[in-house]
């Protein structure tokens, strides 16, 4: 039950963050329309989100092309320290 982002590293413009989206914040999803992320979880760069723990920008997403990977795990609090490296490993 612990939800985890892979993106092509090559497409992530540095420095990453990871905050509560902005109003009217959103990005174009992998096959999907636009995904809001105003006030949830969300991964951002210095183009701005990309990734939150239900969708995936269209962005950043891994191609035949991508040859480094961010692998982000999002481990809720709630998870005990075990759950987590598990799902690492």
């Known amino acids: 039950q612990i ?3 892979l993106y092509d590293l090559g497409a992530v413009v540095p420095p990453i963050t990871l905050r509560l989206g902005a109003a009217g ?3 174009d ?3 999907k329309d636009r995904v809001n ?3 949830r979880l969300t991964l951002v760069d ?3 989100p990309f990734g939150n723990p239900t969708s995936d920008s269209a962005r950043t997403m891994t191609t035949p092309e991508t040859t480094d990977v961010l692998v982000v795990l999002f ?3 709630s998870a005990s320290p075990a759950a987590g ?3 690492l490993a």
Do not use: N
Request: charged share 20%; aromatic share 10%; glycine share 24%.
């Open 3 to 5: 939800s985890f982002g």
């Open 25 to 27: 914040e959103g990005y």
């Open 29 to 31: 999803g992998i096959r």
């Open 37 to 39: 992320v105003e006030g």
């Open 46 to 48: 210095a183009v701005g």
């Open 75 to 77: 481990v809720p609090a």
């Open 85 to 87: 490296k598990q799902a």
